[in-house]
C-alpha cells in the first residue's frame, strides 16, 4: 500500500505538537498503539492484571504472528523482552566462549553490546576482534572473509549504526557467516520497522530488535528472534517459572522454543501496543516505509550540503533515514537545546554510543535527525530554516 500521508498525519497525534525528527531515538505511536495499551491499562485496573490478561490472550498471542510476519519467521522462534538491549543479552550471554575463541564485530557497534564483549572476554579469554570498514564506511564483507577461522565462535554486527546513515551490508555478511557454519547475531534495533527485515535473507541465527523506534510502539517492549536450530544451541543466562519447570527437586527443563528467552513478568499493555505497531507498519508495507523515508532522509541530506558550515556525516553505500550532521562553531548539544526549543526533536549522538568508531573519526559527537514515514518535506525545510538562523 502506498502511505497516505494524511491518514498518517492524522493518526498521528503528537505531529500537533512536535517537529518530530528523534525517530531513531523513540518514534511517535500511531493512535491505534495508544489506544489499545489505555484501554489494557483500563481493563487492568477495572477487572486486575491476571484476569485481563487472560480476557487479552488471543491479542498477546496475535504479537508472536506479527512479529514472526515482520521478520519471515516462525512464532515459536520469537521471544518477547523488555527492550532491545537485553533481548541481544539474552543471546550473546547464552554462548558459552572459552579461552581463544574469537568474537567478530564492527566497529559502529552499539556500546552496550561492545561492553558485553568485553565483560565476556575478562572472564572467559575470548577475544574480540573488529572487522575493517571498506571504503564505504561500512563493515567490510571482505575484510571479515580473510578473518574467517575455526576459532570464530560468532559474528555480532549492528545492521544500522545508532549515530550514522548507513545501513551494514547485513545480507552479504549472512552468506558468509553461514558458508563458514559461524553464529550470526544482528543487531536489528533501528532497522526493524524502517526497511524489510527478512532473516532468512539476511542469514541470521539471531537477531534483536526494539519496539519504540522505527515500529512506532511503546517503550520498554523488545523482542529476540533465535533460528529454530540455534535455540536449544543456547542456554540463556536467567531463567525462571516461565523459561523452564521445575520437573523434579532436584531437576529443571528448560523451554524448547524461544520463549525460554522470555521471564514470567512483563509489560502485558507494552505487548499489545507491540503487537499494533507491528500491525500497522505490515499494513502499510515495508518497502513502502523504506521507500519513503529513504528518500526524505535524502532531501534532508542535499538540502544540508547546501548550508554553509553545516558537514553531514553520513557513510555508507546504502543510506537509510538517520541523517547526522554537525554544524561548524555549534556543539551538538547546543543545537539541539535551540531546535528544542521550536518543538523540533532532534537528538545528539555522543562519543561513548559507538566508541570505537567515533574514535576513529576523531569526531566527538554529531547532531542526529531521524526522519520517519510521517515527515514531510515541509518539515525537513522547518528544520534547515531553524538551523541556518542558529
Ligand atoms: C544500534 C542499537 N542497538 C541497540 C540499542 C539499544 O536498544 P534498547 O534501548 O531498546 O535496549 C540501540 C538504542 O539506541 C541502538 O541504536
Redesign the pocket.
Known amino acids: 500500500m502506498a502511505i497516505d500521508l494524511a491518514r498518517v498525519r492524522a493518526e498521528t497525534p503528537g505531529l500537533a505538537h512536535v517537529l518530530h525528527l528523534n525517530n531513531?531515538?523513540a518514534a511517535l505511536p500511531p493512535r491505534p498503539v495508544t489506544e489499545a495499551m489505555i484501554q489494557h491499562l483500563r481493563r487492568e485496573a477495572e477487572i486486575g492484571g491476571y484476569e485481563a490478561a487472560e480476557e487479552a490472550d488471543a491479542t498477546l498471542e496475535h504479537c508472536y504472528d506479527a512479529i514472526a510476519q515482520l521478520l519471515n519467521c516462525r512464532r515459536e522462534e520469537i521471544a518477547f523482552v523488555e527492550?532491545?538491549?537485553?533481548a541481544?543479552d539474552m543471546a550473546f550471554y547464552g554462548f558459552r566462549f572459552q579461552a581463544g575463541d574469537r568474537i567478530l564485530t564492527g566497529k559502529a557497534e552499539?556500546a552496550?553490546?561492545y561492553i558485553a564483549y568485553l565483560q565476556v572476554a575478562r572472564r572467559t579469554g575470548a577475544v574480540v576482534e573488529v572487522i575493517p570498514d571498506d571504503a564505504a564506511g561500512q563493515v567490510s564483507v571482505e575484510a571479515l572473509r580473510g578473518m574467517l577461522d575455526a576459532r570464530v565462535k560468532l559474528i555480532a554486527i549492528?545492521h544500522?549504526?545508532?549515530n550514522n546513515g548507513l545501513v551494514n551490508p547485513a545480507a552479504a555478511i549472512g552468506r558468509v557467516a553461514r558458508a563458514a557454519g559461524v553464529p550470526y547475531l544482528l543487531?536489528a534495533?533501528?532497522s526493524a520497522g524502517h526497511m524489510p527485515l527478512d532473516v532468512d535473507e539476511l542469514g541470521c541465527d539471531m537477531l534483536s530488535a526494539?519496539g519504540?523506534?522505527y515500529l512506532r510502539g511503546p517503550r520498554g517492549t523488545?523482542f529476540l528472534y533465535v533460528r529454530r536450530a540455534m535455540i536449544e544451541r543456547l542456554e540463556p543466562p536467567l531463567l525462571d517459572l516461565h523459561a523452564a519447570t521445575l520437573v523434579a527437586p532436584d531437576r529443571y527443563e528448560i523451554r524448547p522454543d524461544a520463549r525460554r528467552f522470555e521471564n514470567w513478568e512483563s509489560y502485558v499493555a507494552g505487548k499489545i501496543g507491540l503487537a499494533v505497531a507491528v500491525d500497522y507498519a505490515l499494513d502499510w508495507g515495508l518497502e513502502a516505509i523504506r521507500d519513503r523515508v529513504y528518500a526524505l532522509a535524502e532531501t534532508l541530506r542535499a538540502r544540508l550540503a547546501t548550508m554553509p558550515g553545516v558537514t553531514v556525516r553520513d557513510l555508507g553505500a546504502e543510506r537509510c533515514g538517520i541523517v547526522t550532521f554537525t554544524k561548524a562553531g555549534r556543539e551538538p548539544g547546543a543545537i539541539r537545546q535551540a531546535l528544542g526549543a521550536q518543538s523540533i526533536n532532534v537528538h545528539v549522538s555522543a562519543a561513548g554510543d559507538t566508541r570505537l568508531e567515533v574514535a576513529s573519526r576523531d569526531q566527538s559527537g554529531v547532531v542526529r535527525a531521524s526522519v520517519h514515514y510521517y515527515n514531510t518535506e515541509e518539515e525537513v525545510e522547518r528544520l534547515c530554516g531553524a538551523l541556518a538562523r542558529l
Not at 527492550?83 to 537485553?86: S, V, Y
Request: aromatic share 10%; proline share 5%; net charge positive.
Open positions: 531513531a531515538g527492550n532491545a538491549t537485553r541481544w552499539y552496550s553490546n549492528t544500522v549504526p545508532t543487531d534495533c533501528q526494539t519504540r523506534k523488545g
